[in-house]
């Protein structure tokens, strides 16, 4: 088993689980219970648990889920077969299964059907997004619709799923890439005007970073994108539309225009970034619109993302096939799964 | 305003911000940028910024956001106003208002809007279902289906939002509550028959768990009910039905029936818990149909909840009212707000 | 003309019109009406009646109804073409076209439509189900939903759209067949227990009838599988699964684990038979699921089919072509139609 | 029980059951080989066994099925408890309770559903028409569109339901009415012209029967009206409109027309009725709209009516309360019922 | 008749009828050669021509429809009923009811109802749009979308339906008011620049002309119309929105914010008006939303409304009563009816 | 340019430009005002104005249009592009391009846009009602629903669409043809019979002119259909079929009923008309269903159709490329265009 531990152990050990999920504190209180009657009738079974999502998507979190019981299952008594991150999963497949003493991972059973669930679901809707692009690259924006706690999570699935950047500091540590952004409108509120505040921008920032002025703050966008163009000429990177709903939205016949008029004006290099209720069906309107768009920037279709369900089931225990009413005894064939450990 | 602190100390205190949020590590990396280029700028002007939700709802998540706020903003130069967790709240509406300089706080926009937006959907949801149950109580039993670092904050806004239990340790803690929950199909399976499981639970649990025994795991549940009640009599406290929907899912009449065995066998004394795929739609089914349900319990519909985003928006700079395009300039009036710090 | 006679001579012979229709007591009263002014007035030209569906399906009753012009029409002067039970027929084709004196056939226009409407409903919903079955057998299980008087036609007619049995003796007789059927709940009631009335079923009943047990009635269907399975063994030709809406109804689910769950404890021999609710979609929805069902019994979907109302209309009379308005005068071509008497 | 029995005797003794019946002919051929495994097996226990509809409806076929029982159980050892022929009843409800030693009823399940099932569903429909026409009489027409062997039940049912008349020979005598009728199309044909046909009919048939011409065969409806009108002066009671849909059915303008154009000519004693295509929603359509129908006739809408099914179950043996599963033990209270054996 | 005349006069005075519709250029060809086969053969009855809409809604070009009747009926022999522009009419009711000689007027149906229909239509919906503003006044803006011959009935058909005023100078004198407008984009685009424009505006139009400024040519709206109250301070009446489809329309939010920026600058006096794809919809959708809309402009739903159709029916002939099929002889009663000739 | 002017003399001097058009009576007033401002400001720039529709559909108006262009700009100092009328086009396309001095056409913009709207939008209806009607002949009967000044225009337009005839006088005169038109319902209730009128149909109208009978004005229509074929013999071209929705309107099953009973008799040569509320969904109904119709009279699907808006943008001036918000500064490329002027 040791190779497979090896190539395992990189991906892994960016995962160290917390002491609060060791501790079980993020369990049912019912396994607590369970462990304990268990542990007083002297039972610890060698036991197969199968883990399922209950909806097809594309799997993350897994190598979140396998360092936390690469932590806590018996090295010399343990066996686990996985799906990868990254894996398409269909519906009621084996995506975990794990074989070893009951007692030494029941208690776990709520955190990693939480951290695939959680995981998955966002990794999913990133995935929707990123074909509806196709070429266009997709950045994850989203950190500010969820915990703290767990956005890193969220930009790491979401690039997992497809996206080619995140804005969160955290999110982009998992994912080995550097964060993505451009700036806020607090900037440009607090300097007072647009092309200050980009100037500003490239006076002070790193010039690594790219250079993406947000023109919708003050002006109207076709006559700011023009302003900053001329303020910072070729350092410019791209302009972002962030139009409010209050005004419109961003459409696909703004982008056009910005885009003729910078092309007029000799800015043919700017590009223009579109944000704000990005979704699939969003993208596809501006793709399908012939809208030039050259990035898009997207929160809450990925950050909201309603969690695919998993669930853990018991199917062998002491060697004996079983399972409550409702599912097959036995272990459960799927030659995708791979041993991991 | 010492007193108002007093008040609050003992609310925002379990919220303890972690470091990686201080640090800044689920920041959109523009504030990173932003807070560089005008500490680099020598400004750093008193602002006025209001947060506000996109949708109704019922708002958790603030004590925890102003425990982050309570650690860094400079004691004697901040005022800040709210609403508080459980106050109803209707769409774009400030819930929450901070003067302060703008260099102190600008880095936790990000995370202040995503304690408040995944708190407020989850409280949201719960309120939904308590609603629909009226008196019958609902417990959130969604604990597996989020990651575990939220699990217990996805726990208390249940709570906030009107559940009257929850199973995760952590999430009980935080509302200070005893957790609830029955046993997990792993225990009856690892132990191969339910009474055998409940017995053994009655055997080793505290006696102020209340015995619930979950009822479908091997065999018909009107006819385990009866098996469980036989062995544990005027100790079992409740039945839980959580038939699959490979099974066709708990139905109202299945609770009917299970009932009137019980009460034809004199278990009377013994309640029904409903689970599996609760919402507040199954709910209005079992109590407009008539069904003597006498808890529920509640997954994926709290858990998964689309979190209600918050948005942050400047509206006041060094005394002058600002404001991008699409807002009003300067501070929005909101009669509801307290000043709490 | 005698070929004709002794070719139809056996289909027609077993469905011998009752002495209530030859009298006309289910004629619309002004019948009886027309006969008696046109005997008055000395009319009975030689007229030709179409009848035509007021919708495609499958024709059935027929037979019938050719055994009734056989007895009532002159021998010597008449002239019968239809179409056969079992055919398809389109909306407002002819299937049955009559030349005769109108006094000798007029008054059974009512009995002959009414004939036709309801077996050809009955055979046309059986076909849906048969196509959407395919290779695995169809039984009619809906006598109890029809009238007695008819539900040997019903059954009968089910045979003709497609079925592969019915349960009614008289549809059976009437089909050439033996009657299919498993066991009633009643037996099981009646008995206790359904392995011991499957017991008792075998013991007493002619080897020559397969062993069908039901297996919901008292406990999880699985189990009760598992249960009879062991009691017959190889004499166990199948078990079929009947669950109430109240527990949620067969699902695709079931009958899976059913089937694995026999095929663990060596009774791979057992078929799964379906009843309860079962339509053309649900069929599919079997099917397409993979669920290993080998036979569907078919209730109301086949015996609450709404008739296909029946139109007779007069063409000619005394050799002239005529109609009521919204009819084309003269006689309707339709090569389909044969010659039967 | 001798009253009942006398109230009852002339209502029950018009549906004598058929030999056939009687035979089990039409029986679902398990219960004869349930009958035959009891018998050999020695058991005969008093059962209960309650018939409820799977719908809400009108009740009819009660009188029958009362009918057959009365002939088959034994008359010193019954109960019978039932709801009327016209009762409303709600889906669920129990309408009929037999108690009795099994084997002397239990072969006639599948009669006594089937006789309520099919007899339901005709005066349900039938009474949807009738409320809906309020004062103005509704006549079934439908004998054309059922087996003959029940187009008299179907006539029956319907009057139960709330019609007025009836067109066929045997639902008029079973209701004890004269039945219902005009003169069909095919005298008109066959005669040549409308008003020839209605003065023939005058001539020929019994004064006692209305004189209502059918006058959309040849020409217009309206100048036919007028020409028969004409021709039979007071002794016409009614004109019949019956406008095929290929002339586009018969319009509220077109009553109006023909009413008026009655009324201008002088034949304000001529009544003017409606059938074809005849629903509830179209009688509402003719009603709220002013037309003056004073009566209708129905065909498929009543007797193309989905029979309302029923079902049977055993719910006590040997004064033991037992049910299958998804049913609950033990007889089901329903103070609506009456002791009617 | 005289007085009647004298009443009338001024109102038919304006739409003195053209001399091609005089001609019958018009006219169907088919009533010219009706006319020319009466005359031929000496008929020349006097008649009873009724016209009714065949939809409900406000009646208008009934004034330019009896002036042409006033110059073409012999003004001894003839008698004419009518309801007047801007009464409500419902489906069917007879509007105008002509009584004269035929070959006077035949030729004049397809004008009649030509008139009636296209100004009904317009009037109609210029109604709906009125009452869904309240006291809110709605513009017409539409004779861009018409052919210029109808533009002006077009906008006296909307001041008759409900609005305040419109843009056309025909349209204008027809009703009597002044003309409404404000500036067209063009004089923007020729002058360069808003402000500038807007200062020509006040410098050469007659000052009885309100100073309205059009505020989305060039730059964002909300600093546009703060440009503009600056510069003409308290001359300046109001600023209108007419934001483009291709920049998200006019929104609610958007009327409130430049509402509230124009007053926290000083400049309540300044109304917003609103125009831009206004429907009756959209106006709920400002008003509901509780936007400060000062005024309406409405182009195509008016000027694009389907004309509401008429049919002219000859109902009497020589004083008898006459009718085509599926109407009813003689005159039809209608007490709103006036005599006005 | 010269040869360019003969080529559209023909075509355009048919629409000469009306007195009041020229005065600008249908302009929006404040085109008068910019007009009067632009003289004092001395400005007359050479401005580039680009007509576009907001829809698809088939241009129609533009010969109108160019006409009263041609009247207008000077000679020697303008540029005019256009697509031609019966072009199809797509939405926003450009139509028409004018470069010439601003204050010699801009008071004709709403004049300009109306024409091209309301015969845009009539021209497309024809179309769609052609297409569905392939080969059968159109022919526009809608004079009656629209106002007589724009009854020529609408018939002009529906030819131009693809109507193979048209009934207004005007409008045959504009497309060049004779009007087209049967007989109305007022010849035949004068004359008191259908056959009366038509054979005075015959006796006084040019030969030229074919005999099309209506024939729903009295009797049943293929009653009436013989009768006036056995009086015109050979010289009846054809009967129209109008029946009123009071009777059901025109139906597939009438039209063949008709031509059946017309051959029946001998006058296969009669065809068979039909109108009354014919659109292209119904004419796919006649077609599809195989109704042998010869032609369809169409009435308000055309004249009622919606007008297709039409928008003018300047796009240059003084040789500068400018735009308002929301479109692109500077010339539309359109290949399409060609030089008119």
Not at 159 to 170: A, F, P
Not at 234 to 262: I, Q, Y
Request: with cysteine; charged share 25%.
């Amino acid at each position: 088993m040791a190779d497979i531990r090896e190539i395992q152990n990189s991906a892994w050990s960016k995962f160290r689980p917390s002491e609060a999920v060791l501790r079980g504190d993020s369990a049912d209180v019912y396994f607590h219970r369970t462990i304990h009657i268990l542990e007083k009738e002297g039972l610890n079974p060698i036991s197969v648990m199968e883990v399922f999502p209950n909806g097809g998507g594309i799997i993350c979190g897994m190598d979140e889920a396998l360092a936390l019981l690469d932590r806590v299952l018996p090295a010399n008594n343990r066996e686990v077969w996985a799906l990868q991150d990254g894996n398409a999963v269909i519906s009621k497949e084996v995506a975990l299964r794990i074989k070893a003493p009951y007692l030494r991972f029941g208690l776990y059973e709520t955190a990693i059907c939480g951290i695939l669930a959680a995981s998955t679901g966002w990794a999913t809707a990133a995935r929707e997004c990123a074909q509806a692009a196709g070429e266009i690259p997709c950045i994850s924006f989203g950190a500010r619709h969820v915990h703290p706690f767990v956005s890193g999570r969220m930009d790491y699935a979401a690039m997992v799923g497809g996206c080619k950047g995140c804005s969160s500091v955290e999110g982009a540590r998992l994912a080995d890439i550097e964060p993505s952004g451009t700036m806020p409108h607090a900037l440009i509120i607090v300097m007072g005007d647009t092309v200050k505040a980009t100037l500003a921008f490239d006076k002070h920032i790193d010039s690594g970073v790219s250079r993406v002025s947000l023109v919708d703050t003050f002006k109207d966008e076709a006559e700011e994108s023009l302003r900053v163009a001329a303020a910072l000429g070729n350092k410019l990177k791209a302009v972002r539309l962030d139009t409010p709903v209050e005004r419109g939205r961003v459409t696909a016949e703004l982008v056009k225009e910005v885009r003729a008029r910078l092309d007029q004006a000799g800015h043919s290099h700017v590009d223009v970034f579109v944000s704000g209720g990005i979704t699939p069906d969003r993208i596809r309107y501006f793709v399908e619109g012939g809208a030039p768009v050259a990035g898009f920037g997207i929160g809450s279709y990925i950050s909201g993302a309603k969690p695919i369900d998993y669930t853990a089931d018991l199917h062998e225990v002491d060697g004996k096939p079983i399972a409550k009413r409702g599912r097959i005894p036995g272990i459960t064939e799927n030659p995708r799964l791979q041993r991991v450990m």
